[in-house]
């Protein structure tokens, strides 16, 4: 909004307002009014449009002051008195433009717009009924009814009382119908206004409720028949009544200041970069500490929580949604109080200065779930792995390992029979024999290799032991007796068994020892030497271990240096 | 010499059934599993039961555990466990206790016959009899301090021998040596690896398996809390053989 705009604004009203105070000073004879009472009217007229022009002014994007500039005008202009019959009877149709105004701005207030599609329809509805009835009141009305001295409508082309009579009625009958409609709107909407909504709308409603109770005196001393409008009472009163524009005015003021909330909430965002953390300042800035954040996932096609857990945002009567978008891509969703609603200005702000934030934030949760997949994925890798070890092995022990072992039995049976007979035969056996024997202790060295019986059956130290029993070197051996989980242990076995492979290979070691240590909810298993260091912790063997360790979210560490030996450390969670 | 087997594999089972019948064994009953075997030999105690360590319903050492509850039932039943693997685990659990009557083979072994019965005619009267290449791999074992290296290389010879669970008999026709010259060398490897002297010629089997199996690598098997100690400074030496 321009300058000039709102200075021409200002320039407006005041006219109107010196036009109208003129017309009651010296034109205001012809009606019967109390004169210093219309001259109130005015000022507070001028109040409204006042304190419209500074809500306008201080929120330009908020209705909410115009609407209080536009309720000012057409008051002031049901306060113009001329006594030409012309401008008289126009003044008196263009008056009822109050009612669709005064409606708008109760249901308006503080957002700027009505909240619900119903309430919009309402309002819209009364503006189109004034256009359509105020030809309609204007061809039938009779304007000097009003008051002695008042001039008659010149545009009235039905002369009967009966006609207009009625048509007041109906007029009538509308309006108490507006009125009560508005009256159930408006309790609703105090009844389910968020926070934000509430810190608006208290000052209004106490200076309402106070205007209300400084007329109960008035009323009564009224019906008595004194008129106390002149005394203290009514000018008491008569404040009261002026407060009501103010009241607006810091309602619109307070929700600036939720505003500002937006801007804390830019500054916060900027510091906030875990998921979780997005959500706690979004809920500070809608405070709603209830607020639930989802963000939604396009390859799997659903919410899930900044956890990365799956969540499905439902709207229902406790709890609203809004899905939040940048460059038209759903982001996220806030599942929020409902009250919220009523400042739909506050949300987009909220969503708009959150996007990029969200996004990445989104990004984040969108990977820790898939992370949390890849690990599963991983760790079932290994364990499948393991799983078709055993079967292997158990597959070479019942299959091949017992059908040789069966033919070195026919053979000695086969033996057994030719034993008077030829000699030449006899060593042919012998050697097929000999042959079916090596194949077989073969197969052992394999099978065993594959999967170590003795690890299933008996446990990680005495495999360990066997397999120090076959190292090139003197190993000491640290090993508490105790049984771990299946894919702890087997995985613990490799890295012990792999480890001494590299130390025969590469260390040129004297000796060696092997720890397996079970403390605060983890597994250590360290294995040195004082070989001429140097291993390669990239290479097949090590960076296999690695993966296979890591694959039960453990963690490999080889530390070697040339000439001062080697230790490879894997630590493995094992609750 | 009346014998019972026990074995999954039925191939195998058949075989040595029919190479045990051809020499003169009586075989009087077969099982699959286990329990099968508990059964037959409690409806009819053999001289010996013959049993694969891995049977039906684990896989595991259902004949280890058959075994030892054969030798709680029926002390005069000889137990020998075949194996496709030989561990000293298995080896220890077996000689346990009373280690007498029983005895623990590679598989491999059943087709040496003239070997196997033997092994079926010592257990049968009261011998142990430990698979020879286990021994052989616990003696062989790289230990640091090796505490055989105080042995004489004829004292090593003897304590394979004892290990395997030769009596002092079979050890001296053996060597080729009188049963006086091997009794002397028990007594020098005893004191020696400081063993328990007067342990009869079945304990014994067990003494020094245990302490090949103990010195053949240096084991700590402490408290876990002992344990996070000694890890916690093994950077810094602490676990370093002396």
């Keep these: 909004m321009s300058r000039r705009l709102l200075v021409a604004s200002a320039m407006a009203a005041l006219l109107l307002v010196a036009v109208a105070t003129t017309l009651i000073l010296w034109a205001h004879g012809f009606k019967e009014t109390d004169r210093a009472q219309e001259l109130g009217e005015v000022v507070l007229d001028a109040v409204w449009i006042a304190t419209g022009l500074v809500a306008w002014q201080r929120r330009p994007g908020n209705r909410v002051g115009l609407l209080m500039m536009a309720a000012g005008v057409a008051d002031l202009v049901s306060h113009l008195y001329w006594s030409a019959p012309v401008a008289y009877a126009l003044v008196s149709v263009l008056s009822g433009l109050q009612i669709p105004i005064f409606v708008h701005l109760f249901l308006a207030f503080p957002s700027g717009r009505p909240t619900t599609r119903f309430e919009r329809r309402f309002v819209a509805s009364l503006y189109c009924a004034w256009i359509a009835l105020a030809p309609v009141a204007l061809l039938l009305a009779d304007t000097s009814d009003d008051c002695e001295r008042c001039p008659s409508n010149p545009f009235r082309v039905v002369d009967s009382d009966a006609v207009a009579s009625a048509f007041g009625t109906v007029a009538s009958v509308l309006a108490a119908g507006v009125l009560v409609i508005t009256v159930v709107l408006l309790v609703r909407k105090v009844r389910r206004a968020g926070t934000a909504t509430r810190r608006a709308m208290g000052p209004v409603l106490l200076a309402i409720t106070i205007a209300a109770v400084s007329l109960v005196p008035l009323v009564v001393a009224e019906s008595v028949g004194s008129d106390l409008s002149d005394t203290t009472v009514g000018l008491i009163s008569f404040l009261a009544w002026c407060a009501i524009p103010v009241a607006f005015l810091v309602g619109v003021l307070r929700t600036r200041l939720q505003r500002s909330a937006v801007a804390d909430l830019v500054v916060e965002l900027g510091a906030a970069s875990r998921p979780d953390e997005v959500r706690d300042a979004i809920a500070r800035a809608l405070r709603d500490p209830s607020l639930e954040l989802a963000f939604w996932l396009p390859a799997n096609e659903r919410y899930v929580d900044p956890a990365g857990r799956p969540l499905d945002p439902t709207s229902d009567g406790a709890r609203a949604v809004t899905v939040l978008e940048n460059d038209e891509r759903r982001v996220a969703a806030l599942v929020h109080d409902p009250a919220l609603l009523d400042e739909p200005e506050l949300l987009e702000a909220v969503g708009a200065a959150a996007s990029l934030t969200l996004e990445n934030a989104r990004l984040q949760a969108e990977l820790s779930a898939q992370l949390t997949e890849v690990r599963a994925s991983r760790a079932r890798i290994v364990e499948a792995g393991d799983a078709e070890r055993r079967r292997l092995e158990r597959d070479l022990h019942d299959g091949a390992q017992q059908r040789l072992l069966g033919v070195r039995l026919a053979l000695q049976l086969a033996r057994g029979r030719i034993a008077d007979g030829d000699g030449s035969v006899d060593d042919l056996l012998t050697e097929a024999d000999a042959e079916v024997g090596d194949a077989l202790e073969e197969l052992r060295a394999l099978a065993r290799g594959i999967h170590p019986a003795i690890l299933t059956d008996e446990g990680l130290a005495p495999a360990i032991a066997a397999l120090a029993r076959r190292a090139s070197v003197p190993i000491e051996l640290n090993i508490a007796p105790e049984r771990l989980p299946e894919p702890v242990e087997a995985t613990a076995y490799f890295v012990a068994s792999e480890a001494l492979a590299n130390v025969a290979k590469h260390a040129r070691a004297s000796r060696a020892t092997i720890g397996v240590a079970r403390t605060n909810g983890r597994v250590a298993i360290e294995v040195t030497d004082d070989g001429v260091g140097g291993a390669d912790a990239e290479g097949t063997g090590l960076r296999g271990l690695r993966d296979r360790v890591e694959a039960l979210d453990g963690q490999l560490e080889v530390e070697t240096q040339a000439g001062a030996g080697t230790r490879v450390t894997a630590v493995i969670p094992c609750a | ?242």
């Design chain 2, 1 to 242: 010499m009346r014998v019972i087997l026990a074995d999954d594999a039925v191939l195998v089972r058949e075989g040595i059934a029919r190479l045990l019948a051809e020499h003169g064994v009586e075989v009087v009953g077969q099982a699959d599993t286990g329990e099968q075997l508990v059964e037959l030999v409690a409806a009819d105690p053999p001289d010996v039961a013959v049993i694969d360590i891995r049977m039906p319903p684990t896989f595991t050492n259902e004949g280890l555990l058959a075994a030892q509850a054969i030798r709680d039932a029926f002390p005069r039943v000889g137990t020998v466990v075949l194996s496709q693997y030989v561990d000293i685990e298995y080896a220890l659990k077996l000689v346990t206790g009373t280690s007498e009557r029983v005895g623990y083979l590679l598989k491999d072994r059943v087709t040496d016959l003239k070997e196997f019965l033997d092994v079926l005619q010592r257990v049968a009267t009261g011998g142990t009899v430990v698979e020879p290449s286990l021994v052989a791999e616990l003696v062989a074992a790289p230990a640091a301090p090796d505490p055989l290296g105080e042995l004489t290389a004829r004292e090593r010879e003897v304590l394979v021998l004892i290990a395997e669970g030769k009596t002092d008999r079979g050890i001296a026709n053996e060597l080729f040596v009188t049963r006086k010259t091997v009794e002397a060398h028990v007594r020098s490897i005893l004191r020696k690896l400081d063993l328990p002297a007067d342990a009869g010629e079945n304990r014994r089997v067990h003494a020094v398996l245990a302490f090949l199996a103990a010195n053949g690598s240096t084991i700590h098997l402490g408290r876990p809390s002992d344990d996070e100690d000694r890890y916690g400074h093994a950077g810094h030496g602490a676990t370093r053989s002396v």
